[in-house]
């Protein structure tokens, strides 16, 4: 038989278990969202998540990293719906303050939706990153997903590139 304090215990444990598994990764200010696979190429400095939305569709978004490193960011230009892109094709071109720079698919397949709000309005981008997908994409090769990474895989990569390359992820509202 359990006693009682053992079994206050056991119970109080419990949901903490269920939020711990859910809770973001925070890595020197910066959030990497569980919910998501990740896109990280070192060398390119290419920061991406990729959400599952069901039925096969992708959402496609900037990281909280790539949100700071392209701050400001004056424009983006996305590629229209029904545009068939391979993976590393061009999904966008993105405008900053630092550079003009390609916005590559983590994914193949066709475009099934473009956020045209954030060519109007780029600021969610930065403000609000993992809010702001880009596009989604009807994904035509699913294998494709095994070259992502889930957020505890990449934690300590990005902890590193956060060092090296004196990035600061500001708190976003």
Partial sequence: MIDRRTLIGLLCSL?????AKSMDIVVLNCVIKRDRLYRVDEERMLFQWVKE???????VGFMQVLSSLVYPLY???????????????????VESGKRVSTFP???????????KALEKDPSPIVNKPYDSWIVKIKADKPEELRRLKKAEDIAEKIKAIILREKIECLPKG
């Fill in 15 to 19: 949901p903490l278990l269920g939020r």
């Fill in 53 to 59: 939305e069901g039925s096969g569709i992708y959402s």
């Fill in 75 to 93: 424009a983006i230009r996305i590629k229209p719906v029904n545009t068939v892109v391979e993976y590393d094709g061009n999904l966008a071109v």
């Fill in 105 to 115: 698919s983590p994914l193949s397949g066709k475009i099934v939706e473009a956020n």
